[in-house]
């Protein structure tokens, strides 16, 4: 079966760079969650989207923008990057129909390394 | 605000014994729990899904309860090997404007000594 596709799976970047983290979800899934995970830290909540807009919103910096696309594909665009940017960001994807029925299904996340 | 806690932090437990992970959360106005398995490094690994009206899930080795009304739930490992060495992850897909973001706690590592 088809999963949540990530990419790219690691990034080394400098700070003050600009970054781009893309999600696939899976196919017929109109939303999307995005998380990120600093080291020994637990994922944190960053931002949704459903059917293009954004649904929630949590604790994202201002120096990060996301958005969905008409394919449900989500960016998280990340600019001015700060050493402490570098986590593990996961996606997730779930259908707003089976909201509190099924679980959100992960990528294996994108692995971002600021130097 | 939704918190979600975990206890212990950390657990050495030798091979073959059988053992018991809590997590308790503070607001049960909850969609579903889950407990995940990360690896060092590595994705989440969805273990186990109870729905808010259910009590427990089983899948081999693990059994997950939930007590809804009092906010917790506990991750049982029978038979316990080295390669469950892992750190779990309880979840909690939390209900609000039908939005289900989820909230994990902070995670139990998992050491199983050979």
């Known amino acids: 079966a088809a999963g949540v596709i990530q990419s790219p799976r690691h990034l080394i970047k400098e700070k003050r760079e600009t970054a781009t983290l893309k999600c696939y979800p899976i196919?017929?899934?109109?939303?999307v969650y995005w998380y990120q995970q600093g080291p020994g830290q637990d994922p944190q909540f960053l931002i949704s989207?459903?059917?293009?807009?954004?649904?929630d919103k949590g604790s994202i910096p201002d120096r990060f923008s996301a958005q969905q696309f008409s394919d449900y594909h989500s960016e998280l665009n990340m600019s001015s990057l700060e050493l402490g940017d570098s986590a593990l960001y996961f996606c997730?994807?779930?259908?707003?129909?089976?909201?509190?029925?099924?679980?959100?299904?992960f990528g294996p996340g994108t692995r971002l390394l600021v130097l | 605000k939704q918190e979600v806690t975990q206890i212990p932090a950390a657990l050495s437990v030798p091979e073959g014994e059988n053992l018991v992970l809590n997590c308790s959360f503070t607001?049960?106005?909850?969609?579903?729990l889950q407990w995940f398995r990360q690896d060092p490094g590595k994705g989440l690994t969805s273990l186990l899904l109870?729905?808010?009206?259910?009590r427990e899930q089983t899948s081999g080795r693990l059994n997950a309860s939930l007590d809804k009304s009092s906010g917790r739930s506990t991750l049982y490992i029978a038979a316990s090997q080295p390669g469950d060495s892992a750190t779990y992850l309880c979840?909690?897909?939390?209900?609000?404007?039908?939005?289900?973001?989820?909230?994990f706690g902070k995670g139990t590592r998992l050491h199983i000594l050979p």
């Open positions: 989207f459903y059917e293009k807009m954004q649904s």
């Open positions: 979840a909690v897909s939390h209900s609000m404007n039908r939005d289900d973001k989820i909230i």
């Open positions: 997730a994807s779930n259908s707003r129909a089976e909201v509190g029925r099924s679980a959100q299904y």
């Open positions: 196919p017929r899934h109109d939303t």
């Open positions: 607001d049960s106005a909850i969609y579903n």
């Open positions: 109870i729905q808010s009206s259910q």
